[in-house]
């Protein structure tokens, strides 16, 4: 009797963005492909955007399987940013052209997902490959979508702080007053409203 090997297949999953006053928060899913392994993955925040850069392309090409998917601003503002974080997880798995046998979700909480082996990881994105891999994609993607959002909103400068709240990020907001795209339940940016 032969094992499925469907059944083996183990996606990561984790986020970017939870932190920022605007725009998404994005996450990935990623199932590596264990004859092509990609060399020089680790959390995301620890690498360069130049390697991040060859990375996101590597795993792209290599991986057996993988997604992107988010949950808008509106969203965060609707449901708390945890529950935001978790529905674009949610909506990567369920983007997969696979189906894992087992996830590995960055973090202590899990998306609900009924038929899903799921474990969650505490900094999965230094342990494991697969998380390390979703880690990448979603900050990539994430990133891109602030370097369009600064061009619409230039005034903002979110090339340069990614939305994150830094203290250049606070003083435009107080300058130019909060944007369609900021999160308006995040404190800095209620208390502007």
């Not at 925040?45 to 993988?66: D, F, G, P, V, Y």
């Not at 899903?116 to 891999?133: F, H, N, Q, W």
């Amino acid at each position: 009797m032969h094992e499925n090997p469907i059944a083996t297949l183990v996606a990561g999953v984790d986020e970017a963005g939870r932190g920022p006053l605007a725009g998404s928060v994005v996450a990935a899913a990623v199932i590596l492909d264990a004859s092509f392994p990609v060399a020089g993955l680790t959390d995301s925040k620890k690498l360069s955007a130049a390697s991040r850069q060859t990375l996101e392309m590597k795993i792209k090409q290599n991986a057996r399987a993988w997604s992107v998917a988010e949950a808008s601003h509106r969203e965060v503002d609707e449901i708390n940013i945890l529950q935001a974080s978790l529905l674009a997880m949610k909506r990567a798995l369920l983007g997969l052209h696979l189906v894992p046998g087992l996830v590995l979700v960055d973090g202590n909480r899990l998306p609900s997902l009924e038929n899903y082996r799921m474990r969650a990881i505490v900094k999965g994105d230094l342990t494991e490959p697969c998380i390390s891999a979703a880690s990448i994609l979603a900050k990539q993607y994430r990133d891109r979508q602030m370097l369009e959002l600064d061009r619409l909103y230039p005034e903002y400068r979110f090339a340069q702080h990614k939305g994150y709240p830094t203290a250049l990020h606070r003083e435009l907001l107080a300058q130019h007053g909060v944007s369609p795209v900021h999160r308006r339940s995040f404190k800095p940016v209620r208390d502007m409203l």
